[in-house]
Nanobody, 122 residues
Framework: QVLLVESGGGLVQPGGSLRISCAAS????????IGWFRQAPGKEREGVSC???????YYEDSVKGRFTISRDNAKKMVYLQLNSLKPEDTAVYYC????????????????WGQGTQVTVSS
């Protein structure tokens, strides 16, 4: 069974940091791109970052320089390091897989995880 499970969310103050994780199981991670998406209350889901099978990385403009995506195929894990967090980063963060190549739209992504809540507030 293909599963993606997010973890690591929580409450953090503005300017703080958090690392969220996406654990893959039931498939070989090596040939899949993994994307991170987020959805805030009352807003549409948006693409945040993506890492392709060749480790190329992509970021939505508002998170460039603050978020870093990485992957460890041996551990079947994908990470998103969130630094310099802002209240507008508050959302449920989801990971999903796409065959080989990245996109910051949800087109072609599947096997969505259940999400992890990130709340940035003082």
């Amino acid at each position: 069974q293909v599963l993606l499970v997010e973890s690591g969310g929580g409450l953090v103050q503005p300017g703080g940091s958090l690392r969220i994780s996406c654990a893959a199981s039931g498939f070989t991670l090596d040939t899949w791109a993994i994307g991170w998406f987020r959805q805030a209350p009352g807003k549409e889901r948006e693409g945040v970052s993506c890492i392709s099978e060749d480790f190329s990385t992509y970021y939505e403009d508002s998170v460039k320089g603050r978020f870093t995506i990485s992957r460890d195929n041996a551990k079947k894990m994908v990470y998103l390091q969130l630094n310099s967090l802002k209240p507008e980063d508050t959302a449920v963060y989801y990971c999903a897989r796409r065959f080989r190549t990245c996109s910051l739209t949800s087109t072609g992504f599947g096997s969505w995880g259940q999400g992890t809540q990130v709340t940035v507030s003082s």
